[in-house]
């Protein structure tokens, strides 16, 4: 499949003409296999438990009302686009590597859909065509940087009633079929129990992996409304019309939640099985007063309140990850983070389901949220293995009000790059077999051409010691993480930092954000 070009330029020799130094090929048969080029990687490297190889490093971007991106519905498509790429150029400094970005934010698309209008809050009016397509452009912006793009979607929520349920227009899905929306307090959803909806919702997920390289489907909590002022979610309706086989609403409405993320997850594994597929659930899905399942808390209940059984999903394998929503600081009485990471961690182990935790990033600068708040967090995490990365909420706040928090992290938790957690076993890539390097004046410059199967580059490089092959196991001699252009084509890349001596390797990340061997190196004499 096509692959963005990247920021770095893709030129077409194996040696740039500019440059006055010989360069260093990898290998001086471009046949010779990966295996064969380097030793064997040594089998006793030693992980950093404070600087995982591997980590998912996420942050939401909202589009709904305009919170993260586009900031305003009145920009234009080349205003929208240059601050698209600003977000991104801080992600990657911040030392993350995904942005998970919304685009169904009220049964509407930041995208080209035949299934539905494009959302106001590209142009201040639903239906309103933008004049690119955003989640294309996100896309290859994101994948040239080395970031993975998740495609994060409301499956039920259609809005507000004065400033969205009044100006839906007349393809939205709400006003061709009437009877699939249910109003609640001045919001509107879609109904979860009438099952035209659920495939409808699947058909709108599916579309989007089908034509677009994101490398996740994203769910956040919004599946039934939380309680509240409003009164009963009023699906009379298609519970009497489907509800026959449940002793009681609630476990008919955890049902119709089930059946559409079991849905969408068998569909996308057999379409792209290297997207993943995750939802960001409410942080607790039981009080252990009500369950001796459930976690040493008081708070509101996923299970009970808004009909989401987390501990099935995983249970069933109906979620590639979790990202519970762990908006509550360390201590806090009626739902402790230091009660929560252990449940969670203890419910996905011995699953195929990842864990990521949802950070709040948004209260950094409220009482008990300290500049160093989130950092202590992942203090925290280091001691649960299976706590994979970390998600913030959100990206303009990490940017904004938490921006200290960040630096936090940054300093301590960041300070080197990470590579994207594996999605799948099987076969590695091919590694990069004509790696060659150049002196220049303002360091070093890096050359190697685009094997099959290419999404990523890492690229790592050896200091002190470029015989310790340890370093590119456990990550330490990581310096970045690219995006790849298409098979064939000839990819640079610029150190500024390069010394005399160092040493390089680059590998290859597949699709399934599977690593290659290193190949051979290319040395700075």
């Given amino acids: 499949m096509p692959r963005p070009a990247g920021s770095r330029s893709v030129l077409g020799g194996l040696c740039l ?15 010779e296999s990966p295996a064969d080029a380097l030793p064997p990687m040594p089998d006793d490297c030693a992980a950093d438990a404070d600087h995982p190889k591997r980590q998912l490093r996420g942050a939401w971007a909202p589009s709904v009302r305009n919170l993260d991106w586009p900031s305003s519905d009145d920009l234009s498509a080349e205003e929208q686009q240059a601050e698209l790429r600003d977000l991104l150029d801080a992600t990657d400094d911040m030392g993350l590597n995904a942005v998970f970005l919304q685009v169904r934010p009220t049964a509407d698309a930041l995208y080209a859909s035949d299934l539905e209008p494009w959302a106001r809050y590209l142009t201040g009016t639903q239906g309103g065509d933008p004049g690119y397509d955003p989640l294309e452009f996100a896309v290859e912006e994101a994948h ?13 929520r259609v809005g507000w009633k004065d400033s969205d349920l009044d100006h839906l227009v007349d393809d939205h899905p709400a006003v061709r079929n009437e009877d699939w929306m249910i109003t609640r307090n001045d919001e509107g959803y879609l109904d979860p129990g009438n099952p035209e909806v659920r495939g ?17 489907v994203h769910f956040d909590d919004y599946f039934y ?11 009379d309706a298609s519970w009497e019309a489907h ?9 008919w409405r955890r049902d119709n939640v089930n059946q559409l993320l079991a849905d969408i997850h068998t569909r996308i594994d057999d379409t792209k099985p290297w997207v993943q597929f995750g939802v960001s659930p409410f942080g607790v899905w039981r009080n252990d007063s009500n369950d001796s399942d459930g976690s040493d808390t ?30 509550w600081e360390r201590g806090f009485d009626a739902a402790d983070y230091e009660e929560l990471v252990p449940w969670w961690s203890d419910l996905v182990e011995g699953s195929d389901v990842d864990l990521y935790i949802g950070q709040a990033a948004y209260r950094v600068g409220e009482d008990g949220w300290g500049d160093d708040s989130l950092a202590r967090q992942l203090d925290f995490n280091q001691d649960y293995p299976l706590v994979e990365g970390d998600v913030y909420y959100a990206l303009s706040s990490l940017l904004g009000d938490a921006s200290a ?17 594996e999605v799948g076993s099987g076969e590695p890539p091919s590694a990069v077999a004509d790696l060659s390097t150049a002196d220049s004046d303002d360091g070093a410059e890096l050359e190697w051409s685009t094997p099959e199967d290419a999404r990523f580059f890492a690229v ?60 051979s190196g290319a040395d700075i004499g």
């Fill in 17 to 31: 003409a500019t440059l006055a130094v010989s360069c260093v090929p990898a290998v001086s048969d471009p046949n």
């Fill in 144 to 156: 040239a940087r080395g970031l993975e793009l998740h495609a994060w979607f409301n499956p039920y």
């Fill in 200 to 216: 409808w919702v699947s058909d709108v997920v599916l579309d989007v992996v089908d034509r677009y390289d994101i490398d996740g």
């Fill in 225 to 235: 409304p939380y309680p509240g002022e409003g009164g009963a979610f009023d699906d």
């Fill in 243 to 251: 509800g026959d086989d449940f002793d009681s609403r609630g476990a």
């Fill in 298 to 327: 008081r708070a509101l209940q996923s299970y009970d309140d808004i009909y989401a059984d987390t501990r099935a999903w995983v249970d069933n394998g109906w979620v590639d990850y979790v990202t519970p929503q762990l908006y």
């Fill in 405 to 421: 928090a960040a630096d936090e992290l940054g300093a301590g938790h960041y300070s080197r790059p990470a590579l994207p957690p």
């Fill in 460 to 519: 790592y490089r050896l200091r002190d010691d470029p015989e310790n092959l340890c370093a590119i196991d456990d990550g330490s001699a990581l310096i970045d993480v690219i995006g790849a252009p298409d098979e064939g084509e000839t990819q640079t890349f610029h150190d500024p930092d390069a010394e005399p001596g160092d040493r390089y390797h680059v590998t290859v990340l597949d699709d399934y954000r599977r690593e290659s061997g290193p190949g």
